[in-house]
């Protein structure tokens, strides 16, 4: 077992993000803009990489998050040189089952649930919301919160929310997230934090033209989410998007309230609405140059 005393030959050095390193033989020297600071090992096979992350994540108190391709699969300890401890995005895969990087990008963002990404998704995504990019010192400032040993969502929320670069938009993006904490990072279910504290997924969502949402978990959030117009909106919007395979501007606008009407006049199917994008001039004609 290496130790990191006994690692002689690994080279540190900055990244081009500030407060990252990278370490180890073979490492690139520029890495992706992630939003977290990161330590990330690099070495040959069966060098130690392992028991160096384990022993590295125990002193500075954080976890291991593993990268290797092979690792994400269960039953491969030798070949993988898996360890008993835990660490994230390791063996919850069966040999049988797919893996893709896609998949491995989407489960990374963090160790637990990502209540700001699922609020967002539903902000953007369900009701076509526009939100600003996040101020520059975004990461900085949330670092710098003070919150207990474990916060819950609604906790982090609001120390969040209280700042006032942030509050505008978290105030409108986690109510619909925190919906969903039930749900840990990898999907599975959970009635409690790792402290100890029983999860509420009770919620408001303002803004909407209807009045505020209440809601109580996200079973009641979706429900009153699908009585919306801005829903269907949106769904006509997204399903433009998709079949023109562009973003839609105001010279849109046209085209998009067709389909949303004739899928009003069909009681909302899918169907009516797949067959009025085909009747649309972005569908129908090429435009110029």
Known sequence: MHTLGAVRDTRVHSSAIRSQRVVGRGAPRDVTNLAYSVVAIFGPTASGKSSVAQELAARIETEVVSADALQVYAGMPILTNQTATPERLTAFR????????????????????????????????????????????????????TLPEHPTGKQTAAAVEAKTACGGCHRVIDPGGLAYEHFDGLGHFRDEYDGGVAIDTSGTISGISAGPIVFDGPAELMEQLATLPETERCFVTQLFRYSASQTDGSEDACSIQLVLDAMDSAGGTLASALIASTQTDQFLYRRGE
Not at 104 to 111: C, G
Not at 129 to 134: C, H
């Open 94 to 145: 069966q040999l049988s089952e797919e893996m893709s990087v896609g998949e491995y990008a989407a489960l990374a963002h963090t160790a637990s649930s990502s209540y700001v990404f699922r609020g967002r998704f539903i902000m953007q995504r369900l009701l076509c919301v526009e939100l600003g990019a996040p101020p520059a010192n975004a990461q900085t400032e949330f670092g710098n919160l």
